[in-house]
């Protein structure tokens, strides 16, 4: 769907999907190449409600028309939540669908939260435990309406201004981490092996800091390198409108966050290689998030994540445009402090000691279960010998009372006539041996 800029607000941010820059040959400079439209998610857990709000809200001409003309500060306030009440009957029966399905996912989402802490609940208040989600009204689970879209972009802004805040400390959290792994490492070597080892690590730091000049993104270097080796144009020609139409791959009039940082891509070729052992490929992810911060906090005036022509063209006309400082890299500055690897190492242990006790606890309920399986097994081999005594003394019994023999499940086993017949045909001697002998004779008679 393409998204009107208003839109855009909410869902430019990058989250690991970026634009991708267009090469244009010199031949074919008038040539128009078509790019497929991005769909980077927003990192978000209801960035997919979101989308599909904005995309039935779309299909209405009148909402769509309002939205063209709305600013951002009535976006982002939520006023447009009141144009809800005129769309077409059709829109508002899929939103009211899209609503219910959402709050039937985040149903689900709390019974698996509840079963994994082994929270035991007959009868689950699911209103009460929908309030904690703040994008949708928890008290009508039904119907899409006002206070929905309201919630919905409201909710959407905060989290979207909190996002880079929190990419930048998962960051610094991967970045303790691995100096964490690295001193454990060497700990466990001896003097000799630990002292090649760092001095193989500081190689390889000193060659990842041997990359060419990096310039400061936005600066009229850095857009002119841009120009030309990914737009195959010439660099005296350099023209910012130009630059600004060429780039705005989606032709809505703005650069998202996305489209700018598709700009940084040759300035961050010159420092990794994700070939290279020495270059690691979340320090890029982070030095691109650093230069598009850079770029909107000198261009972005109005600061809804997204840059006008007007104000790329005003940006242009700074002294730092033209005369930049120079720009640091990650490795040039440092993202944490000793201090914070210290108390994060002092988590780490915490965190480790909690897993021990964990694991501890699971291998006593182990134990605990073969133990009962080992008794259970005990128990079943005492029935089945029980049963087989059983058995025995029940066919002993029919033995000595001339019952015939019982078969494994208390059954008497009867010959059949016929058998028995044909029995008496083929050994009649063992026949005769069981017929009853002649009655005596010259018995005295009974009167």
């Given at each position: 769907m393409n998204?009107?800029?208003?839109?855009?607000?909410?869902?430019?941010?990058?989250?690991?999907?970026?634009?991708?820059?267009?090469?244009?040959?010199?031949?074919n400079?008038?040539?128009?190449?078509?790019?497929?439209?991005?769909?980077g998610?927003?990192?978000?857990?209801y960035?997919?409600?979101?989308r599909?709000v904005?995309?039935?809200?779309?299909t209405?001409?009148?909402?769509?028309?309002?939205?063209?003309?709305a600013n951002?500060?009535?976006?982002?306030?939520?006023?447009?939540?009141?144009?809800?009440?005129l769309?077409?009957?059709?829109?508002r029966?899929?939103?009211?669908?899209l609503?219910?399905?959402?709050?039937?996912?985040l149903?689900?989402?709390?019974?698996a939260?509840?079963?994994?802490?082994n929270?035991?609940s007959?009868?689950?208040d699911?209103a009460?435990l929908?309030?904690?989600?703040?994008?949708?009204?928890?008290?009508?689970?039904?119907?899409?309406?006002?206070?929905?879209l309201?919630?919905?972009?409201?909710?959407?802004?905060?989290?979207?201004?909190?996002?880079?805040?929190?990419?930048?400390?998962?960051?610094k959290?991967?970045?303790?981490l691995?100096?964490h792994?690295?001193?454990?490492?060497?700990?466990?070597?001896d003097q000799?092996k630990?002292?090649?080892?760092?001095?193989?690590l500081?190689d390889?730091?000193?060659?990842?800091?041997?990359?060419?000049k990096?310039?400061?993104?936005?600066?009229?270097a850095?857009l002119r390198?841009?120009?030309?080796?990914?737009?195959?144009?010439?660099p005296?020609?350099?023209?910012?409108?130009t630059?600004?139409?060429?780039?705005?791959?989606?032709?809505d009039?703005?650069?998202d966050?996305?489209?700018l940082?598709a700009?940084?891509?040759?300035?961050?070729e010159?420092?990794?290689?994700?070939?290279?052992?020495?270059?690691?490929?979340?320090e890029m992810e982070?030095e691109?998030?650093?230069?598009?911060?850079?770029?909107?906090k000198?261009?972005?005036?109005?600061?809804?994540?997204?840059v006008?022509?007007?104000e790329?063209?005003?940006?242009t006309?700074k002294?730092?445009?033209?005369?930049?400082?120079?720009?640091?890299?990650l490795?040039?500055?440092p993202v944490?402090?000793?201090?914070?690897?210290?108390r994060?190492?002092?988590?780490?242990l915490?965190?480790?000691?909690?897993?021990?006790?964990?694991?501890?606890?699971?291998?006593?309920?182990?134990?605990l279960?073969?133990?009962r399986?080992?008794?259970?097994?005990?128990?079943?081999k005492?029935?089945?010998?029980?049963?087989?005594e059983?058995?025995?003394?029940?066919?002993?019994?029919?033995a000595a009372d001339?019952?015939?023999?019982?078969?494994p499940?208390?059954?008497?086993h009867v010959?059949?006539?016929?058998?028995?017949?044909?029995?008496?045909a083929e050994?009649?001697a063992?026949?005769?041996?069981?017929?009853p002998?002649?009655?005596?004779?010259?018995l005295?008679?009974?009167?």
């Amino acid at each position: 769907m393409n998204l009107q800029p208003g839109w855009l607000l909410l869902l430019s941010v990058s989250a690991g999907v970026w634009s991708v820059p267009l090469d244009r040959n010199a031949e074919n400079k008038e040539a128009k190449e078509e790019v497929p439209e991005e769909n980077g998610d927003t990192g978000l857990y209801y960035d997919r409600y979101l989308r599909e709000v904005i995309e039935v809200l779309e299909t209405d001409p009148h909402f769509r028309e309002k939205l063209q003309t709305a600013n951002s500060e009535d976006i982002k306030n939520g006023r447009l939540s009141k144009e809800l009440d005129l769309v077409g009957h059709h829109v508002r029966t899929r939103l009211d669908e899209l609503k219910r399905q959402e709050v039937s996912r985040l149903r689900m989402l709390l019974k698996a939260k509840l079963d994994s802490t082994n929270t035991q609940s007959l009868q689950m208040d699911h209103a009460s435990l929908l309030k904690q989600f703040e994008h949708l009204d928890p008290h009508n689970q039904n119907t899409f309406e006002a206070k929905d879209l309201e919630l919905l972009i409201t909710t959407a802004t905060k989290d979207l201004e909190n996002y880079d805040a929190e990419r930048h400390e998962e960051f610094k959290r991967y970045e303790m981490l691995k100096e964490h792994e690295r001193r454990e490492y060497l700990k466990g070597l001896d003097q000799e092996k630990r002292e090649r080892e760092e001095k193989r690590l500081q190689d390889l730091k000193d060659k990842h800091r041997q990359h060419p000049k990096v310039n400061a993104p936005g600066s009229v270097a850095q857009l002119r390198e841009v120009w030309e080796e990914t737009d195959g144009l010439d660099p005296q020609e350099f023209n910012p409108k130009t630059f600004f139409k060429l780039h705005d791959t989606n032709e809505d009039g703005v650069l998202d966050e996305q489209e700018l940082e598709a700009l940084f891509t040759k300035e961050l070729e010159k420092v990794y290689d994700a070939k290279n052992e020495e270059d690691d490929m979340m320090e890029m992810e982070e030095e691109r998030l650093r230069m598009r911060e850079h770029v909107m906090k000198n261009v972005d005036a109005n600061q809804d994540r997204l840059v006008t022509l007007e104000e790329f063209l005003k940006s242009t006309e700074k002294k730092e445009f033209s005369n930049p400082k120079e720009w640091e890299t990650l490795e040039t500055s440092p993202v944490y402090t000793e201090e914070e690897l210290q108390r994060f190492e002092v988590e780490l242990l915490d965190r480790e000691e909690e897993l021990k006790r964990k694991a501890e606890n699971l291998r006593q309920q182990q134990e605990l279960l073969k133990e009962r399986g080992k008794a259970l097994e005990a128990q079943r081999k005492e029935y089945q010998q029980a049963v087989l005594e059983m058995s025995h003394r029940q066919k002993e019994q029919q033995a000595a009372d001339g019952q015939p023999p019982a078969g494994p499940n208390g059954e008497l086993h009867v010959q059949p006539e016929g058998q028995k017949a044909e029995d008496e045909a083929e050994h009649p001697a063992e026949v005769q041996n069981i017929l009853p002998a002649e009655p005596p004779q010259n018995l005295p008679s009974h009167t």
